[in-house]
């Protein structure tokens, strides 16, 4: 289908501006689409004094509306794949034992996993769950826009509540000003809903309810001095106003000390100085642990498995963890793995989809290959391929969090450095060619100006899934849902993705 991004932002007056950036940021303030300043040198205070604005636009992104409804139509067919592929733990263990050597952080993860499997009665709980962002890109060819997938997160997929904070945002900058009547494109039909934030928490509280004990408490495992603790507080406090759910946040690190499994029965109580009792925990939110930096000593491994062994119902499970990893990611692109998930009837007949669902879903992919491929008569091993067309390339890793990928004119020199036995490890993955000429207004905390940029927009989608299967069967049993969405806007010349690292501004979108 045509499409076309309009010339953007809108001209608007150095008033009109002016007044957009004051209108913004006390809303910004007053509706908790807020940080934590940088730490000084000494460390975080023992409790915030003050906090500042998160970044963001003054403008939604526009974005066509075919594409969104696309994007929203295939989340939930992404939530029953993800769910199928944490529940393969043959398919997994295939993939992971030949990237172990090479990945040590995603190895050990993998080896403790498989570990826990092998205990006497197994992992206790067969229920997973799952809180899923889906991000994608617009692709600008020579005929038309289209949408390609950056990755699948099954681990930590932020900003969901500050997402919804920004729609929110642009709706009041419409409804007080209607942006100066800049645009014909400012209609209210045109600003999409996001209810992230409750929908996450339904999936939360699904966990919740299917472990069974109503006084049990929610587990929060965050990073230490986290500054992105408002995202994580607003659904704390959803979860509270709500549903009268209690949360405990806790750093690996500290459950070392606070945390504790019964031997008998499993039940994962958690404690903190300024409690007198351990509180029986229903679920187990992973806001840390995606990156190896979370993991200081063996003794934090240690911690996650101890976890890992409970009757608690995990959100993430390792198995899903590593299900959303970028060579799994690779693999479903090898011929017949996508049909062995979403068409096999191994898996029951309530979830089966069409060769048409396949195809949609296969529409957003971009070409990628692993650098351990063999060459083929029709094709160059996966290094060669790789250095053939770097420009046009980005390398990854197993690793979330930003900040890991090679781009561009840095792949030949890094794969000159690169050993032989570890690009088992490594994935290429063409660039995807977002539409030139886009440009925003970006509002920064500290500044009383914003600053137009020619940017790169990226939608995600969020789902939620809780799934287990019969207990020596295939057959799976998944609840799930699309629940939300976020932007995420980021310099035309930046090639990451990171709000929370600095890479990216947040944004909401205006369909066309």
Same mark, same amino acid.
């Given at each position: 289908m045509a499409a076309r991004i309009p010339p953007w932002p809108p001209k608007i007056t150095e008033e009109q501006h002016k007044e957009l950036v004051k209108l913004s940021t006390t809303f910004a303030l007053t509706r908790g689409l807020s940080y934590l300043p940088v730490h000084p040198p000494e460390g975080p205070p023992p409790a915030p004094t003050s906090s500042i604005h998160a970044p963001f636009t003054l403008f939604p992104a526009p974005f066509p509306r075919h594409l969104f409804e696309q994007s929203l139509k295939i989340q939930r067919i992404y939530n029953v794949l993800y769910s199928r592929i944490a529940l393969d733990e043959e398919f997994i263990d295939s993939i992971m034992?030949?990237?172990?050597?090479?990945?040590?952080f995603t190895g050990t993860l993998w080896k403790g996993w498989r570990s826990l499997r092998k205990e006497e009665g197994g992992l206790v709980q067969r229920l997973h769950l799952g809180l899923f962002?889906?991000?994608?890109? @617009?692709?600008?060819?020579?005929?038309?826009?289209?949408?390609?997938?950056?990755?699948?997160?099954?681990?930590?997929?932020?900003?969901?509540?500050?997402?919804?904070?920004?729609?929110?945002?642009?709706? *009041?900058?419409?409804?007080?000003?209607?942006? *100066?009547?800049?645009s014909p494109h400012f209609n209210?039909?045109?600003f999409?809903?996001?209810?992230?934030?409750?929908?996450?928490?339904?999936?939360?509280?699904?966990g919740h309810r299917a472990y069974g004990v109503e006084r049990a408490v929610i587990l929060f495992v965050v990073q230490e001095g986290e500054r992105n603790v408002f995202d994580q507080?607003?659904?704390?406090?959803?979860l509270v106003d709500k549903y009268g759910i209690t949360v405990i946040r806790h750093t690996l690190g500290e459950l070392s000390e606070y945390a504790s499994v019964d031997s008998n029965k499993q039940i994962l109580t958690v404690t903190s100085p300024?409690?007198?009792?351990?509180?029986?925990?229903?679920?187990?939110?992973?806001?840390?642990?995606?990156?190896?930096?979370?993991? #200081?000593?063996?003794?934090?491994?240690?911690?996650?498995?101890?976890?890992?062994?409970?009757?608690?119902?995990?959100?993430?499970?390792?198995?899903?963890?590593?299900?959303?990893?970028?060579?799994?990611?690779?693999?479903?692109?090898?011929?017949?793995?996508?049909?062995?998930?979403?068409?096999?009837?191994?898996?029951?007949?309530a979830e089966l989809f069409t060769a048409a669902d396949l195809s949609e879903l296969r529409a957003t992919w971009v070409d990628m290959w692993a650098l351990n491929e063999a060459a083929t008569p029709e094709t160059l091993d996966g290094v060669s391929r790789a250095r053939a067309d770097a420009e046009n390339l980005v390398i990854k890793p197993q690793r979330e969090g930003g900040g890991n990928n090679i781009y561009k004119s840095? @792949? #030949?020199?890094?794969?000159?450095?690169?050993?032989?036995?570890?690009?088992?490890?490594?994935?290429?993955?063409?660039?995807?060619?977002?539409?030139?000429?886009?440009?925003?207004?970006?509002?920064?905390?500290?500044s009383a100006h914003s600053e137009e940029k020619e940017i790169v927009n990226e939608l995600g989608i969020f789902g939620w899934a809780l799934f287990e299967k019969d207990k020596g069967e295939a057959i799976s049993r998944i609840s799930e849902e699309q629940c939300g969405w976020l932007v995420r806007t980021k310099g035309k010349d930046s090639d990451e993705g990171g709000v929370a690292v600095g890479y990216s501004v947040l944004d909401s979108l205006l369909l066309i």
């Open positions: 034992k030949e990237v172990e050597p090479a990945d040590p962002r889906s991000d994608y890109m @617009i692709h600008q060819s020579s005929k038309e826009l289209s949408l390609k997938q950056v990755e699948f997160n099954t681990i930590s997929s932020s900003f969901g509540p500050l997402s919804q904070r920004v729609a929110e945002l642009h709706r *009041y900058l419409f409804h007080a000003t209607n942006y *100066y009547d800049s209210r039909i045109n999409p809903p996001n209810e992230t934030l409750s929908g996450l928490v339904r999936g939360l509280v699904e507080r607003l659904l704390e406090y959803e300024t409690r007198a009792s351990f509180l029986e925990v229903s679920v187990v939110y992973y806001r840390a642990g995606y990156t190896p930096d979370d993991y #200081p000593t063996p003794e934090y491994y240690e911690t996650r498995f101890n976890i890992e062994r409970s009757r608690a119902i995990k959100c993430p499970t390792i198995a899903l963890q590593l299900a959303g990893g970028k060579k799994i990611q690779q693999v479903l692109t090898n011929p017949g793995v996508l049909e062995s998930f979403l068409l096999d009837p191994r898996w029951g007949d840095n @792949i #030949p020199g890094f794969l000159d450095n690169l050993p032989a036995s570890d690009t088992v490890a490594w994935i290429a993955m063409q660039l995807i060619s977002a539409p030139r000429g886009v440009k925003n207004q970006v509002a920064k905390a500290g």
